[in-house]
């Protein structure tokens, strides 16, 4: 003991080298056995995410066409993977509705549209519409059912194909 009553510090404190080496190399194996369960959690969370995206857009044109009395239109471009929003103007025809918080969706990479009932959706004043289905993929083969119904402006959203 020193004269202030502490002890000597012990020449054993600390880690070796080997037991840090040690350490490392089992996180590193719990990690590469952990990660394909990661990556295909995390493709199915951007399907999902992708999904509620699309059908928030639907559920917006659905209360936008019933409350400003105009017809509202949703274009859907499978071979670019995305989709837009558009307004009918009384002299221009439709127009793109570009604001901070609608814009040109694109679909996560990896995502993709498996199957569309039509390439657009048309929603007029008075709350009518077509049927809608659509179906995203991923590359893991998880799909996501977007059904919306015209009459109610009812959407869903099914976390599995539905054929």
Known sequence: MLATG????????????IEISLVVTI??????VAMP??????????LRTDAQDLAGTMRYAYQAALNRQKKY????????GGYRLEEELPVSGFQEIKTSLIKDR??????????LSATYLIIYPNGSADNMNIQLANQAGDVCTI??????GQVEVLDHAEE
């Open 73 to 80: 239109k949703i274009n859907y471009d499978q071979s670019v």
């Open 37 to 46: 369960t990661l990556s295909k959690m995390y493709a199915g969370t951007q």
């Open 106 to 115: 694109s679909l996560s990479s990896g995502v993709s549209f498996k199957r």
């Open 147 to 152: 059904k919306f119904t015209g009459l109610t």
């Open 27 to 32: 996180v590193a194996i719990l990690l590469a």
């Open 6 to 17: 502490l002890k000597k510090p012990s020449k054993q404190a600390g880690f070796t080298l």
